[in-house]
């Protein structure tokens, strides 16, 4: 595992230390509903038999939203699973909320889930929280920070920097299952090797891990709440994160949507993203 023992140091005056235990708490806490409502959880669909919601999602956005609004009641708060989920645009600080990020992987309880949080300011991700039940690992960090790696024993790891990823390496590369689906050629380049798992935020920790060179979504269709806790403990890590074609990505201030492709990884991701996986093979 690619770490060494560290301390937080604040990185950005929107964000106290008192703030980050407060998040971490409430995060393990939501941890602790979703291990206790897991056996016999209800399940219902949402938009189709792909997208399922549970009673487990529910209960927790709610409590988080709850939790978020009482300690910062000036800002806004995005959950995935409110009912009107869209940002106003008026406020600066924003949350955003995933109560269970791999909700399939939740319901077949193969622990490859997580309880995402993010706080993005004027648009920009400035910390974010991954805390994954199973694991009883809390991922935290952003940019200035750090990126850590917390055991609910107390055990705590900042990330060091990675290895840039030279243009002619085989990278082991971590893609969500609609895109091993509708790209399934990237899996049969012989620079690529793929590594499955579920929830976007245990993606980005298992890069940050070594156990992964990049995470690559190239399907769209991700939203504010799947990246923003992600991006900035990727960022917090000094891992590369960018669109696979573009400048940068771009989170919209009144709006869930993320247009661009995803890429995050070691130094040198986009370079060699851009190289073997931005066009297809004809």
Excluded at 188 to 202: A, N, R, T
Excluded at 204 to 214: C, R, S, T
Excluded at 233 to 242: F, P, Q, R, T
Aim: charged share 25%; glycine share 10%; aromatic share 8%.
């Amino acid at each position: 595992m690619a770490t060494v023992s560290g301390n937080l140091v604040t990185g950005h005056p929107s964000v106290s230390a008192q703030d980050i235990a407060y998040v971490s708490k409430i995060a393990r806490e939501a941890g602790a509903i979703a291990i206790s409502m897991r056996e016999g959880v209800d399940i219902r669909e949402k938009t189709g038999p792909s997208d399922k919601v549970t009673a487990a999602d529910c209960a927790i956005s709610k409590k988080l939203v709850r939790d978020l609004k009482a300690r910062f009641p000036d800002d806004e708060v995005v959950s995935e699973e409110d009912e009107q989920h869209h940002p106003s645009g008026k406020k600066s600080r924003v949350w955003h909320v995933d109560p269970i990020d791999g909700t399939d992987n939740y319901i077949s309880n193969d622990g490859q889930y997580s309880v995402m949080i993010g706080l993005l300011v004027d648009g920009q991700p400035v910390f974010g929280w991954v805390y994954a039940p199973v694991w009883k690992t809390l991922y935290s960090g952003g940019p200035g920070f750090g990126a850590f790696a917390e055991k609910d024993s107390g055990e705590k790891q900042r990330f060091v920097d990675l290895n840039e990823l030279e243009i002619g390496s085989t990278a082991r590369i971590i893609m969500g299952g609609r895109d091993r689906k509708n790209h399934p050629w990237v899996s049969e380049l012989p620079q690529v090797q793929v590594v499955k798992m579920g929830s976007i935020g245990l993606k980005v920790a298992k890069v940050l891990e070594g156990y992964a060179d990049i995470y690559v979504h190239l399907a769209g269709r991700l939203k504010t709440w799947d990246t923003a806790g992600p991006i900035a403990i990727a960022l917090g890590g000094n891992l590369e994160v960018g669109p696979i074609n573009g400048d940068a990505i771009i989170f919209p201030s009144n709006s869930v949507r993320l247009e661009s492709t995803v890429i995050i990884g070691r130094p040198g991701c986009l370079s060699w993203s851009r190289k073997y996986i931005a066009n297809p093979p004809q």
